[in-house]
C-alpha cells in the first residue's frame, strides 16, 4: 500500500513564527501536492511538485513556500504564520502515467495559529 | 466548477449495501469517474476509478451509466467505519493536476 505521512496530526504555533510541515511518501511517486481544507471552502491547493527541486504554484501560494530536495520528501513552509493559515493540510502523491489522477493523501496536519 | 451532484447526506443500515449516486451529466469522452473518501480528522482516501465500464476492487463497486452521465458507488456491505464524506469527481486540472472535489455526500452508517 502506498503510504504517504505528515509529521504532525495537530501543531499550535504563534503568530509570527516560521512552521514546516514534511510530507514523505514511500512510493517513488514523481507528483506531490500541498492542499488545505477549511469548512465550506473545500480543498485549495497551495502548491505542487513534479520532480526533485521542481515547484508550481497551486490556487493559493501566498504566505507558503515549499520545499522538495528528494523524491520522497515535499515540505511545506509558513514563512511567519498568521491567524488565517489555522487550517488542516494535506499532503497528495501521485505517479505518472495512467494512475496520474489517483492521490494519495497523508492524514492531514490540523495546524492552529494563535 | 466541481461537475458533479451528490446528495448532501444519506443512511444506512450496518451490514447493507449502501448506493451512493452521483450525476455528471458533462462528463467529457475522456474524463475517468474517481471515487474518493474522507473520514472524520483525516485525508482523503481513493477508492474506485473508471471510464465507461463497471469496475469492482477489494473496497467497492462502480457502477457506471452506458451514457455516462451519472454513475453509483457501491459498498457491498457496509459497516460503522464506512461512515464517512463521499466524494465523486470528474474533473482534474490539466495544468496542476488537483482534484477538484464538489461537497461531497454524508455517509451515516448506523447500527
Known amino acids: 500500500d502506498v503510504k504517504v505521512t505528515q509529521s504532525s496530526r495537530y501543531l499550535v504555533k504563534r503568530t509570527g513564527e516560521k512552521v514546516f510541515l514534511e510530507c514523505v511518501q514511500d512510493m517513488d511517486h514523481e507528483n506531490m501536492f500541498w492542499y488545505r481544507q477549511d469548512p465550506g471552502l473545500g480543498l485549495r491547493l497551495i502548491y505542487f511538485s513534479y520532480d526533485v527541486k521542481m515547484k508550481e504554484k497551486g490556487d493559493i501560494p501566498e504566505g507558503y513556500s515549499v520545499s522538495r530536495e528528494k523524491k520522497e520528501r515535499f515540505s511545506l513552509i509558513l514563512e511567519s504564520a498568521s491567524t488565517n493559515q489555522t487550517s488542516m493540510y494535506l499532503c497528495?502523491?501521485?505517479?505518472?502515467?495512467?494512475?496520474?489522477?489517483?492521490?494519495?493523501f497523508g492524514a492531514g496536519t490540523r495546524l492552529s495559529v494563535l | 466548477d466541481a461537475k458533479t451532484t451528490q446528495p448532501t447526506s444519506m443512511d444506512c443500515a450496518e451490514g447493507r449495501a449502501a448506493n451512493l449516486p452521483c450525476n455528471h451529466s458533462t462528463i467529457s469522452g475522456n474524463e475517468y469517474v474517481y471515487w474518493y473518501r474522507q473520514i472524520h480528522s483525516q485525508g482523503p482516501q481513493y477508492i474506485i476509478h473508471g471510464l465507461k465500464n463497471n469496475e469492482t476492487n477489494e473496497m467497492a463497486s462502480l457502477i457506471i451509466t452506458e451514457d455516462r452521465k451519472s454513475s453509483t458507488l457501491i459498498l457491498p456491505h457496509a459497516t460503522l467505519r464506512d461512515t464517512a464524506v463521499y466524494y465523486c469527481i470528474v474533473r482534474v486540472s490539466s495544468n496542476t493536476g488537483k482534484l477538484i472535489f464538489g461537497q461531497g455526500t454524508t455517509l451515516q452508517v448506523k447500527p
Open positions: 497528495a502523491s501521485t505517479s505518472g502515467g495512467a494512475r496520474k489522477n489517483i492521490q494519495y
